[in-house]
């Protein structure tokens, strides 16, 4: 069978971080009630014209500076006209001529080493409303439309769905470091839709390009792509001849369903936004927001290796989601045990967060708890197993650690006094255990150790308690 | 009160502030005439009695504590295309019936915060898309000086009402003449501001780099009142500018000495009425031996203006007017069953045979493959018209032009003939797509009595400029 060679584009949609609407001072708020956030202007009102959002022009501009893009110094808006309901206007508008940012692109890791994904160009638009169906009838919730976007088009340089994967898991990576967008996917901050073709190896010019659409999740873009590749490579290979047109990815049936033909596709009569005078961004203001730019993830990792000493593999870890990272660098700005810290965060927390679902932001620990316990530990006030029986009251509730250790009284016993008379007890009452080591077995020094934590309820320091029946030992042989 | 025919804008704010009359008094009157004459002149779509009065008389309560904003208690009539929050704003179609505007368009803000009576609205071209009020889906506006000839449009309502006694002043919007023209055929003064020195915030748009608000006056001097309230830098307008506000009125010094008027040669043609060019270029003659410079020029692109309006404005407008599908407002057919059905039924039911035409021709040149023929090659030439202008007003200070090839029309004749009525546009969308300034005032009338226009054109932002000439002017024809 004769090898084909993929090839796949991404245009990604992400809603920025503003306050307002890209052309109205409508809030942006996520989740209110249908129709509240709206205006003569987002509602497409006689007369409302539309005021250009300059924040969402900087955030869009920073994303682009992130992704190594060049800048348009002159940018300007065109209409896209096209008739559907949760577009008020009946034209969208977005950058067509000339977008804000060209070029850039975002390094992905493959099998055979990095590569870097090239960007087209990232244009600003607004969103649409959400058409929302009913028994009888259909709604539409203005809410979301006129929402900013920007729409980051790659070129087709990737070839598996486990490389659009990564350039995704990368892109959304900077952009939330960029902190020009949540890239929330529940809330819809960030889709997706795919163009993909087949073609035989040592052919030179792309396959038949297929569009799919409506993908929510980036499950859901692998899967269509997979489910896609797999229905064109059984065409091409049965002889058949694959249409260029656009599909919608059925989540539910796991197959991607044509939409429209090229035939259908529409006609959007692109042509300049009259209402809108072009963006003018000078040298100086750009290279301004260059030079506040916030770090890239790779950059952070480096220099936390560097700054905290933590292993390069740690800080991969950390610094994969950026509240993490900003959590990890709080919390070791106050206890300073950064390895300490580092293990606790990648094993205990991240088992929290994926337990409970939370995010490191929506959770009830603060930098200052964690950094709290960790001290205590180290300080030889709790022990290790005492303090992971609180982290997770501390991820749910919140609290205050050493306001917890003192009203629960689960400081340390380290009156040796006390401790000897447990280890004493247990060596009473387990002599098997004790002739069993001095026979050799070394393993039922563990056993007795255990039996003196549960008579100090857990309180006592295991390594006090571990030299104590060191010597012991050393007296009875 | 003088004959409230002849009332100006200026001798009305100077009668509230002597305390002469009222602003209850005067909207009272104004009222009166309203009912003897619009049931023939059918300036009007709507006259809302208490609405104007409890406006006046709120005016006259602020005059009493002390107010004096600077048009406080003036009535002025809007042409329907210009929001005013709670009220209708019908654009003289059907689409618009039962719509109740929910924010104040700039200027109705500007005019409010002024101290200014809403009067009524006046009739207007559907969508304001016409140029002799008759594609109006509701009535036929007269002309004051003859009832069997249109009032010119698409502000022909506003132009009737101003000529024929019923306003003392009202606004109208210009996309490409659509308020020199009307103006011209009524025999009043009506202003054309550059574009981007009155906000289109809130007016509904026909064509959005070509439309601009302005007013319809008695006089010159009246335009120039108004204008200072109505300019200025909007943030709701990317497209207007933030150039300051001249007190226009305070700058007519009546002096033509040494004014250099510009003839451009494009407008002095052969399909033009005789007496038209006659009655401007006499006019130009008085101007001259009041002390001003003539100056020969040529507009060379000027030929290709007409065919680039016609495609620049239906390709905006096609996008300005989708907006009207029945979803939201407006008029919403009675069986919708699909989607499609809803938009193709409103919109077939709502629009009059214009607009349908114009949206059908934006729609095409701006299709996949006729774009660059049509839509592309409208903006390079407007260009070069544009650049034509500059380089004119290099070597004058004004032009001095016909408004439009012909005086008032009869009524029906321009359905006859819908391109004779489109080339009728010749003399004033050159300066809409240029973005310049024009104002026409009357200089004459034809032997049947019809009012002739001068139009006195000068540089973007150059509106001081042409009213103190076309104040000039009006000083030497009424012998003052
Ligand atoms: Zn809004």
Redesign the interface.
Known sequence: MSKYLITIGLETHVHLKTCTKMFCGCSTEFGSEPNTNVC?VC??????????NREAVKQCVIAGLMLGCEINHISTFD?K?Y?Y?DM????QTTQQELPLCVGGGVTIDTPAGARLIRIHHIHQEEDAGKIIHYARH?G?DFNRCGMPLMEIVSEPDLTSPDEAMAYLHNLRQILVYAGVSECNLEEGNMRSDVNISVRPEGQAELGTRVEIKNMNTFKGIHAALKYEIERQLYVVRSGGRLVQETRRWESELGETQPMRTKENAH?Y????E????PVVLSKDTVEEWRSALPELPAARRERMVREYNIPEYDAGVLADEKPNADFFEAAAAICGEAKILSNWFMTDVMCLISESGLTIEQCALTPGALAGLISLVTQGVINGPTAKELLPELFRQGGDPTALVESRGLAQVSDCGALQSYVDEVFAAHGRSVADFLAGKKAAAGFLTGQVMKLSQGKADPKVVNQMIAKKFAELS | MEDIALLTVAATLRGLKNREFSSVELSQALLNCIDAKDGQLQAYLKVDADYILKQAATADQRRAAGDDAPLLGLPIALKDVINVKGEGCSCASRMMEGYRSPFDATVAAKLRAAGVVFAGRTNMDEFAMGSSTESSAFQVTRNPHNLECVPGGSSGGSAAAVAGGEAIAALGTDTGGSIRQPASFCGCVGLKPSYGRVSRHGVAAYASSLDQVGPLTKSVEDAAILLRELAGYDPNDGTTLDIAVPDYASQLTGNMQGVRIGLPREYFIEGSDPEVTAAVLSAVEACRAAGAEIVDLSLPHTEYAIAVYYILANAEASANLARFDGVRYGHQTAAPGSVYDLYANSRAEGFGAEVKRRIILGTYVLSSGYYDAYYGKAQRARTLIREDYTRAFESCDVMMTPVAPTAAYKIGAATQDLLKIYLGDVFTVPASLAGICGISLPCGSTTDGLPIGLQVLGPAFGESRILSVAHAYEKIRDGR
């Open positions: 003569p509602l497409g009102y006689p007369g409302a014209l539309p005021v250009m209409r006209n008739f309901p008020s206007k009946n034209y259909s539409v006609d009569r692109y042509f300049p009259p209402d809108l005078v």
